[in-house]
């Protein structure tokens, strides 16, 4: 169970900074509004894909994860 929390903690940080980079150079790319916004959903549910599948991880006999 130790193994998949540090992996847990470790996809986290790594879609933390991923979102944290692509929230800083966003801005620095001439996009419309509309564009802008829609990159930041996707960006968003893509991420909280990872997580989720992350998180699936944990769960016993989910068929997810590299920790069971």
Do not use: D, E, K, S
Request: glycine share 8%; charged share 5%; net charge positive.
């Amino acid at each position: 169970m130790v193994p998949a929390l540090i992996h847990l903690l470790v996809v986290l940080l790594i879609v933390g900074v991923v979102y944290w980079a692509v929230l800083q150079i966003l801005p620095l790319i001439p996009l419309p509004a509309p564009i802008a916004q829609v990159v930041r959903v996707l960006l968003i549910l893509i991420l909280a894909l990872v997580v989720i599948f992350a998180l699936l991880g944990l769960i016993p006999g989910a068929g997810y994860g590299r920790y069971f």
